[in-house]
Nanobody
Framework: QVQLVESGGGLVQPGGSLRLSCAASGNVFTIDTMGWYRQAPEKQRELVATISSDGHTNYRDSVKGRFTISRDNAKTTLPLQMNNLKPEDTAVYYC?????????????WGQGTQVTVSS
């Protein structure tokens, strides 16, 4: 129903920047909340940032002031601008969307993109 493809990951030095992007396709008009999560080795998946349909954003404390989430009006792209990257940001980053309709509530996930911060 909704397909998500992440891009933009890679290897950067501490203090560098990356811009991730999630491309959504399918029934994008059913999408409510969109966001990014990440999972580091031997750690649980954790929220990075979300943005609701009314534009409200939510960031985990460790990325506030460094990461910026946004969404386009068509709900087809979800950029995550990451500045001043730190080694502890190293993780697989996953795009997430929440679909809320009369038929039910569903979560969809992308395949993930690797972000490595190392000197």
């Amino acid at each position: 129903q909704v397909q998500l493809v992440e891009s933009g990951g890679g290897l950067v030095q501490p203090g560098g920047s990356l811009r991730l992007s999630c491309a959504a396709s399918g029934n994008v008009f059913t999408i409510d909340t969109m966001g990014w999560y990440r999972q580091a080795p031997e750690k649980q998946r954790e929220l990075v940032a979300t943005i609701s349909s009314d534009g409200h954003t939510n960031y985990r404390d460790s990325v506030k002031g460094r990461f910026t989430i946004s969404r386009d009006n068509a709900k087809t792209t979800l950029p995550l601008q990451m500045n001043n990257l730190k080694p502890e940001d190293t993780a697989v980053y996953y795009c997430y969307v929440n679909v809320s309709t009369w038929a039910g509530i569903y979560d969809y996930w992308g395949q993930g993109t690797q972000v490595t911060v190392s000197s």
